[in-house]
């Protein structure tokens, strides 16, 4: 059973330039959510996807956009990308019962952009 | 969201316990106490969850008073592969759980 899976691992881009991330839940989640995190501090929430709507926003701008595809991946799309974009991008998966409840949330290995 | 207070770095000697404890005061009803262990460039891994009193798995326990404004996580018999951040989080396991991630504690498990 594959856990969540990220793709790029790692990524370079220059200032000004567009970025996609994507990520594929853990097998049986439904739900995903985006997490940056800079070096040296905790990951920071995004936003969160839930039957293909963008369910809960963290506080960052509106140049990072996101989607979910009926299969439940997700893409993180970052726009116009500043040099403090840099950092490792986590996806993370959970599921949520009829109640729900959600279990815990399986994070996937990341995505390091560098934006120069 | 209720914030959460633990220290920031810890060291220890390898083959001790090692106690990491969390302080949330405004923490609410439906939340439940959360910690996530995260290695250099990989996601965070959760650990352990748990809502009141003590919770036991293979990697750890989880101790939590009656108020539930603490909690301590207990690392038994630790090893140098356990040297990680360990973050403490309060989670709503309603609806849209977004997790607020603090800066965690740095744990250095020396040998």
């Known amino acids: 059973d594959a856990g969540v899976t990220q793709s790029p691992t790692h990524l370079i881009k220059t200032r000004g330039q567009q970025v996609t991330l994507r990520c594929s839940p853990k097998?049986?989640?439904?739900?995903v959510s985006w997490y940056q995190q800079a070096l040296g501090q905790g990951p920071q929430f995004i936003f969160q996807y839930y039957e293909e709507e963008e369910r809960q926003r963290g506080n960052f701008p509106d140049r990072f956009s996101g989607h979910q595809f009926p299969n439940y991946s997700s893409e993180l799309n970052v726009n116009a990308l500043l040099l403090g974009d840099s950092a490792l991008y986590l996806c993370?998966?959970?599921?949520?019962?009829?109640?729900?409840?959600?279990?815990?949330?399986?994070f996937g290995q990341g995505t390091r952009l560098t934006v120069v | 969201l209720a914030k959460t207070t633990q220290p920031i770095s810890m060291d220890s000697y390898e083959g001790q316990e090692v106690n990491i404890t969390c302080s949330h005061n405004n923490i609410a009803t439906n939340d439940y106490i959360t910690w996530y262990q995260q290695f250099p460039s990989q996601g965070p891994r959760f650990i352990i969850q748990?809502?009141?009193t003590k919770v036991t798995n293979e990697v750890a326990s989880l101790f939590i008073p009656a108020d539930r404004k603490s909690s301590t996580l207990s690392l038994p018999r630790v090893s140098l592969s356990d040297t990680a951040v360990y973050y403490c989080l309060v989670v709503n396991q309603t609806g849209a759980n977004n997790l607020f991630f603090g800066t965690g504690t740095r744990l250095t498990v020396i040998p």
């Open positions: 748990g809502y009141k």
């Open positions: 097998s049986g989640h439904d739900t």
């Open positions: 993370a998966s959970s599921f949520q019962n009829r109640d729900r409840m959600n279990t815990e949330a399986f």
